[in-house]
């Protein structure tokens, strides 16, 4: 694979099972390309602004090296920075239009015409591939962690958009229930706020359950599928892993650290893969390191080349990896496991072993996970941010 290629083509050449998405609204992507572009020196922007016009195909979206997207309350909001010339009046017909709605409505219906504005951008893609590709993720309200019935409510409003949308449900007990629920109606799902094996192998289950029940009652599952996803930054980034490893006297450098979600990452595939599970593992939050021979490497992504994943990657990492592994050679990692050296120095820190044993967790502590009360709180708190914007418009 030639160089004229981006690092994502040629990523995605080392095999097709691996699949990048975009990690943000897809109504954001033509205002970030226009910005990222300024920070390319002049003599290769057309080199860059080719592999960004590949990236997303804006004319014809289901030739694009992207194959799905994921959205976030986060992203949600980004958006409105993004681009709130086309936002605010959304807002404003939508304030005018449900007059009386109280603020948390209408920041929900903000969300929802955010949402499925963006998705028509990949609906052709969807169309085109037989309904395989073009999956936009819309994530129910993250302040309703343990509350199912409404969870449920809220995700089949949510599917109710368009055909293409997959519904994102938290990795709680309860959320694992409504991820089985919501598949036995047929609905794509997206399990997010996961972060151990445990998580994982529990929705991969449920979601088998649920396929059997919809299948018993003659539910079409052929705009169906399902992904699980592993924040893989968020983990690795716990002031408690930090702590224990202090404590069992390990040092994370940025090799080990890095190593141990990748670990995690390597095993979920390898059980997913045995046991059948239909399943694809989604991996998101990568990160910068570790420095190899005084180049910074994005192990996260490149040590996950040519593995059956679902690769979700915001823009800020987009950016950093094209002018990274500009002619950085790409080269299979499918099956490579972690070395035993490190995992022996992993194992000694009870954190990680709960991330990485399958029955490292209960379903009933996986709300109570560091990663879990962090993340739902950064959630919830972005919820409010929208409110915010939504109040002042």
């Known amino acids: ?10 990523l995605q050449a080392v095999s097709d099972d691996f699949e990048i998405w975009w990690d943000s609204s897809p109504l954001v992507y033509g205002a970030w390309r226009e910005k990222y572009l300024q920070t390319i020196p002049e003599e290769k922007r057309e080199k860059f602004a080719g592999w960004l016009d590949r990236l997303y195909n804006e004319k014809n979206p289901e030739k694009s090296v992207f194959r799905g997207v994921t959205t976030n309350p ?15 009046p959304w807002i404003k017909e ?40 073009g999956h936009v ?6 302040r309703l962690i343990t509350d199912t019935p409404e969870m449920l409510r809220q995700g089949i409003g949510l599917k109710a958009l368009a055909p293409n949308i997959m519904v994102k449900s938290p990795a709680t007990k309860e959320g694992v229930y409504n991820i089985m629920l919501l598949t036995a109606l047929g609905i794509p799902t997206n399990a997010t706020v996961c972060f151990t094996l445990s998580q994982i192998l529990a929705v991969a289950e449920a979601v088998r359950q649920g396929k059997a029940i919809g299948e018993a009652n003659g539910v079409d599952y052929t705009k169906w599928r399902s992904v699980i996803t592993l924040m893989l930054g968020r ?33 979920a595939v390898r059980i997913l ?59 299979n990692h499918r099956g490579e496991d972690i ?5 022996a120095q992993l194992i000694k ?35 409010g941010l929208l409110e915010e914007f939504v109040a002042k418009v």
């Open 339 to 343: 070395p035993d050296d490190i995992l």
């Open 235 to 267: 983990f690795e980034g716990a002031k408690e892993f930090k702590e224990q490893a202090a404590a069992a006297g390990v040092e994370l450098t940025d090799e080990i650290l890095r190593w141990s979600g990748l670990a995690i990452a390597k095993k």
């Open 273 to 331: 893969a045995q046991k059948g599970y239909e399943s694809k593992l989604l991996l998101c939050s990568s990160r910068l390191g570790p420095v190899v021979d005084g180049k910074q490497m994005v192990w996260h992504i490149e040590k996950m080349a040519g593995e059956p994943v679902v690769y979700t990657i915001n823009p800020e990492m987009i950016g950093d990896f094209l002018k990274l592994y500009e002619d950085e050679p790409i080269t």
């Open 74 to 88: 986060r992203l949600t909001r980004e958006t409105l920075d993004w681009i709130p010339e086309v936002c605010k």
């Open 349 to 383: 820190i009870p954190y990680f072993r709960v991330g990485y044993e399958a029955n490292g967790m209960s379903a009933e502590e996986f709300v109570h996970h560091p990663c879990s009360v962090s993340t739902a709180k950064g959630f919830a708190g972005d919820m």
């Open 94 to 133: 939508l304030k005018e239009k449900y007059q009386g709605s109280s603020l948390a409505e209408l920041a929900w219906m903000t969300y929802t015409k955010i949402t499925s504005e963006g998705v028509k951008k990949y609906l052709p893609m969807f169309e085109a591939s037989n309904y395989k590709y």
């Open 1 to 10: 694979m030639t160089m004229d290629k981006s690092p994502f083509e040629r």
């Open 137 to 142: 993720s819309a994530q129910v309200d993250p």
